[in-house]
């Protein structure tokens, strides 16, 4: 079958760095996103990776290693507004995009 | 518009009732979403639009759920005769079409069956 696993929470702190790991077995695989959400809001785009390797964007990156089935999403420098919940989707084939339960991340000062 | 508007924002309704949700996406949008989510659960994919036809039901849980939309825009989900178990947030996602990355969620909405 297909799944996505990813810890259901997480507690970092202000100012500093933490990693959202995920994995993944799906059939056929065309590219994996982030979302970020806030509670009770609309999930929103963080970033998509299709190829190996790492992509930065300010302080949130996203890994992806196609071998391994494997993703995270670094977050650095931590704020209080990051803390949500980030969501990990993997395209299989054709459109449909396959969810993960979402990492409520906690942010303390 | 701006955004994917979803209305409406809440819905209580006893059980054994029907209820229809609205989705408007973003002008433009050819491509259109409707999710469930439930608490500690990934997204349940429903059903996708692309224009006006639903290529893939496969994701409705049951012969009480359908959906349509017209004009290429508008979108409504009906659920008939509600169950408890149908309670959840219901999301609609729109995109410039099927296979683009990026999709632009709306807000949801909170359904409650009593």
């Known amino acids: 079958g297909q799944n996505i696993d990813q810890p259901t929470e997480m507690t970092a702190t202000e100012g500093a760095i933490v990693q959202i790991n995920c994995t993944y077995q799906?059939?056929?695989?065309?590219?994996l996103f982030w979302y970020q959400q806030h509670a009770g809001e609309a999930p929103t785009f963080l970033s998509y990776?299709?190829l190996d390797g790492l992509e930065e964007k300010g302080r949130f990156s996203s890994f992806l290693s196609r071998s391994k089935g494997y993703s995270y999403l670094l977050l650095k420098e931590l704020q209080m507004k990051d803390s949500a919940s980030y969501l990990c989707?993997?395209?299989?084939?054709?459109?449909?995009?396959?969810w993960g339960a979402g990492t409520k991340l906690i942010i303390k000062p | 518009g701006a955004g994917v508007s979803q209305s409406p924002s809440n819905k209580v309704t006893e059980k054994g009732k029907d209820v229809e949700l609205r989705c408007d996406p973003i002008?433009?949008?050819?491509?259109l979403y409707w999710y469930r989510q439930s608490l500690g659960q990934g997204l349940e994919f429903l059903i996708y639009?692309?224009?006006?036809?639903?290529?893939?039901k496969s994701g409705l849980p049951s012969d009480r759920f359908s959906a349509e939309r017209t004009g290429g825009s508008v979108s409504t989900l009906t659920i008939q005769r509600t169950q408890q178990e149908d309670s959840a947030v219901y999301l609609c996602?729109?995109?410039?079409?099927?296979?683009?990355?990026?999709?632009?969620f709306g807000s949801g909405t909170q359904l409650s069956v009593l």
């Open positions: 996602a729109s995109s410039l079409g099927v296979g683009v990355e990026k999709l632009f």
């Open positions: 002008s433009g949008h050819t491509a």
């Open positions: 639009f692309q224009g006006n036809s639903a290529p893939d």
């Open positions: 799906t059939s056929g695989f065309n590219g």
């Open positions: 990776n299709v």
């Open positions: 989707a993997v395209r299989g084939t054709h459109y449909q995009l396959i």
